[in-house]
């Protein structure tokens, strides 16, 4: 069979069923063993990501995860926010919460009779069995389910421990009840080991959904039906009609009243408004809006009523995008964490080996069988590390989520290592630190003649080029409310300016060889950006100079990256005096200014740095950037810039702010940071705690509270980061 790159395919299938790493690892395992796949499976968004290839089917890859023992089905990537999935694990939740309420309501009469000095009574070991049962059948049926599948497949996870655990305290005790020799029973080790499990899975569950939570909100920040225009064949009457999202289609003509969510991606056809971004972007102010302006769906219309064009619909709009991104970040697996999944391979096996070991060694040195078990089982119990589960998957979620408040967006798990080795900013400056939008700065006018009719005059040339240096002209003389006159004969000279007649005079604006002769006092040019002069009859009679403005932010986002060790450089395609004006504006060390840089060459800058032994993290946000990004161990995205640019990218801000470099690393290196805690506490605990058990200084019951304590302080520790702030 002869395949294309275009039989390669992808697909999220939504999981059930799995309760730990090694359920994960198994599914992973089981999927990558067919030909053609690579597959990641998540714990905690209970989601595989799958890549396959023609003749492989969804359906082919749903049966063997059901031939595995779980369920599984295909998640559309038209609808990210699968309520299906979400109905899902609210049930999974609730179950749980059942489940522990009810076992802890039997398990505490339990406790009582088991340990309280009651008087001596035939009808008490009867009457714990009674209680016990229904915890060890019904609320511990998960466990006992999960090893039998397990079983089944020849394997083990760390629900085959606590199940054997639960099955050999109660299988004892029971033996012993029936046939009278009541001295030593275990019901109320079966019994609390099943409920603090029980709570514990609760609680991870809650956490994972909270996790979750930040990508739900997300999806749901689209709206959900729009209004769009309808021009009737018959009459040609145009009227509006509300359609579901989901039925726009590119083109379409749609309204959106003030107060209104903006559908979808497009363009201001007409009306103008400010717009709320901040639910997209994290900018705190509204940004005016009019014709021509592009739209982001899911951001908020605040004023005027705007009718919009749909350009972008469905899965190819930028919240779509960002769901997606933040999605893939939170499904791929780092170094941390599959270091987790093969130990949990080898170790469930070990610890069945250890606790048979335990019992045979209390055998052998002539102590009871009921302290043989007792430490048998307390090692069975102590062992599971379901910690070792949660500790990447969690801190990951709760990062990946933060940052998408924040407005950042972290696109994989590799990003969060290469975070922490990066020494250099590489930083683009044309709309990154700076605006973007040429300004008008300077205005000097030779002779007698006014700064304002000097703009009043090169405006009403300028108003028809399309150059960016005259659009810059024409916006200054109408924000400080010129009226421009009119012009005939307009002529555009390429590469060297325009001339235009207002009533008579032959206008020129233009560079200064245009002109025969230029005034001392307007020749010489120390302002940085492009002049160009105006004049009639042979002389120039103004300079008017226009350069792209320092953003504001810049500075303070300069010296936070400074504060996290990092080196920052400035990147342009000006010259070098623009450049070290710039960079002195924000602080940058004039020996660490690369100017006069062809777009093309950007990524060869980047490379030389990474060559001098620089680990390098370059912030753009064009088209020409999009190379830089990609040679960069670390590219950062404006998300104000270009498709190429984004997708190049290892981390996009959706905020155009520069100071947003600095969230993004600081919040990466806590975020690893915390996953190395989680990861060190959970086998560290583990570890210490088996010989203790073995030896027979825990009890079953004590091993399984410390065991559901482990999981929630990992998960605790992850959700601190849903409250990172940077200082």
Not at 355 to 374: D, I, K
């Amino acid at each position: 069979m002869s395949t294309s790159h275009h039989a390669s395919h992808e697909v999220d299938l939504a999981i059930g069923g799995m309760t730990c790493a090694s359920c994960s690892a198994r599914i992973e395992r089981k999927l990558n063993k067919l030909e053609g796949v690579e597959a990641s499976v998540n714990l905690a968004t209970e989601r595989a990501h799958v890549r396959y290839a023609v003749p492989l089917t969804p359906a082919d890859l749903v049966a063997t995860v059901e031939q595995t023992g779980y369920s599984a089905r295909v998640l559309h990537p038209e609808a990210p926010a699968d309520h299906g999935h979400a109905g899902h694990d609210v049930l999974g939740e609730r179950q749980l919460k059942v489940r522990a309420l009810v076992s802890l309501a039997l398990a505490i009469p339990v406790v009582v009779l088991g340990m309280a000095p009651l008087p001596e009574s035939p009808v008490w070991p009867w009457l714990e069995l009674a209680l016990a049962t229904p915890i060890v059948a019904w609320a511990a049926w998960p466990f006992h389910r999960a090893a039998a599948v397990n079983a089944r497949h020849r394997s083990s996870t760390m629900d085959t421990l606590v199940s054997l655990g639960v099955l050999a305290a109660y299988g004892w005790s029971l033996v012993a009840v029936l046939t009278g020799n009541t001295m030593h029973l275990y019901f109320e080790v079966a019994a609390v080991v099943t409920t603090f499990l029980l709570a514990g899975r609760w609680a991870e569950s809650r956490a994972r959904a909270s996790g979750r939570s930040a990508l739900q909100a997300l999806m749901e920040l689209g709206a959900k039906d729009v209004a769009v225009q309808r021009i009737d064949p018959a009459s040609r009457v145009t009227t509006e009609v509300r359609i579901p999202v989901s039925e726009l289609a590119v083109g379409d003509h749609f309204f959106v009243r003030p107060g209104e969510k903006i559908a979808t991606d497009g363009v201001v056809v007409d009306g103008t408004s400010a717009v709320d971004r901040s639910l997209v972007t994290g900018e705190s102010m509204p940004v005016d809006t009019g014709p021509g302006d592009e739209v982001t769906g899911g951001t908020i219309n605040t004023s005027g009523r705007l009718v919009v064009q749909a350009r972008r619909v469905g899965a190819e709009t930028t919240l779509a995008a960002m769901t997606r991104l933040v999605e893939r970040a939170q499904q791929g697996k780092a170094p941390v964490q599959r270091l987790a999944d093969r130990v949990s391979a080898v170790f469930v096996p070990t610890v069945l080996v250890l606790s048979v070991l335990t019992f045979a060694g209390w055998m052998v040195a002539g102590q009871p069988v009921t302290s043989a078990l007792s430490a048998a089982v307390a090692v069975l119990i102590i062992a599971c590390p379901c910690a070792l589960g949660l500790a990447t998957p969690t801190a990951l979620l709760a990062g990946t989520g933060r940052g998408a408040q924040l407005g950042v967006l972290i696109k994989g798990l590799e990003v969060l290592e290469s975070t922490r080795q990066v020494d250099t900013v590489v930083l683009d400056k044309t709309g990154t630190l700076t605006v973007g939008a040429p300004k008008l700065t300077h205005v000097r006018a030779a002779g007698r003649l006014s700064v304002t009719a000097a703009l009043r005059t090169a405006a009403a040339v300028e108003a028809g080029s399309e150059h960016p240096v005259a659009r810059a002209v024409v916006t200054a003389a109408r924000d400080r409310g010129l009226d421009v006159p009119a012009v005939t004969g307009f002529e555009a000279l390429a590469g060297s300016g325009a001339r235009a007649f207002i009533k008579d005079t032959l206008i020129t604006v233009g560079k200064a060889e245009m002109f025969e002769r230029v005034p001392e006092e307007i020749a010489q040019v120390t302002a940085p950006g492009t002049t160009v002069w105006v004049g009639w009859g042979g002389t120039a009679r103004a300079a008017l100079t226009v350069a792209d403005e320092v953003r504001e932010s810049s500075a303070d986002a300069v010296r936070d990256l400074g504060e996290l060790g990092l080196t920052a450089y400035l990147l342009t395609g000006d010259n070098a005096q623009t450049a070290q004006v710039v960079a002195q504006a924000v602080g940058v060390d004039p020996a660490h200014v690369l100017s006069d840089v062809l777009p093309e060459d950007k990524h060869a800058a980047v490379h030389r740095l990474q060559q001098q032994g620089h680990v390098v993290a370059m912030v753009g946000d064009g088209v020409n950037d999009a190379a830089a990004l990609a040679q960069a161990d670390l590219g950062i995205a404006m998300g104000s810039g270009t498709d190429v640019a984004i997708e190049s990218a290892d981390i996009v801000l959706m905020r155009p702010d520069v100071a947003a470099v600095a969230d993004a690393v600081a919040l990466s290196r806590r975020t690893l940071r915390v996953i190395k805690q989680n990861l060190a506490w959970a086998f560290g605990y583990n570890v210490a705690a088996i010989p203790l058990a073995a030896l027979g200084l825990l009890n079953p019951m004590v091993a399984g509270a410390a065991m559901a304590l482990s999981s929630v302080i990992v998960v605790t520790n992850s959700l601190r980061l849903k409250t990172f702030r940077r200082h």
